[in-house]
């Protein structure tokens, strides 16, 4: 019979896959509000500024979801806690928005 999780470690666990769901609204958010707010021409690079953090968003809670149901799992079943490759993964896609947002905002200010 395996032995009980501690709630600590169940909590824990919780408490990362809640913040994986604030960074996926977050993302979600701030496209939304660049699609909707934002006059980025051209319309193709406004298009991407807009819909890669709403996908990306969406991704982040999956990852968030498939990572936490891994280490609760692993902590289960009393192994060793799997590798954490989705930060590596979040953190390019966050830098690569950051460079799409650079891009769009030095062509909207030599636009005018």
């Not at 769901?21 to 660049?34: E, N, Q």
């Not at 930060?87 to 891009?103: D, T």
Request: net charge neutral.
């Amino acid at each position: 019979m395996a032995e009980p999780v501690d709630p600590r470690v169940a909590l824990a666990n919780e408490r990362t896959l809640l913040s994986w769901i604030r960074l996926a609204l977050a993302l979600v958010g701030a496209g939304t509000t660049i699609g909707t707010v934002a006059d980025i021409q051209p319309v193709w690079l406004h298009l991407l500024v807009a819909v890669v953090p709403v996908v990306l968003g969406l991704v982040a809670a999956l990852l968030g979801y498939t990572r936490w149901q891994r280490v609760d799992d692993a902590v289960r079943a009393g192994v060793t806690l799997p590798a954490d490759r989705e930060l590596r993964l979040v953190a390019v896609a966050v830098a690569s928005i950051a460079v799409i947002a650079g891009a769009a905002c030095v062509v909207g200010i030599f636009s005018r």
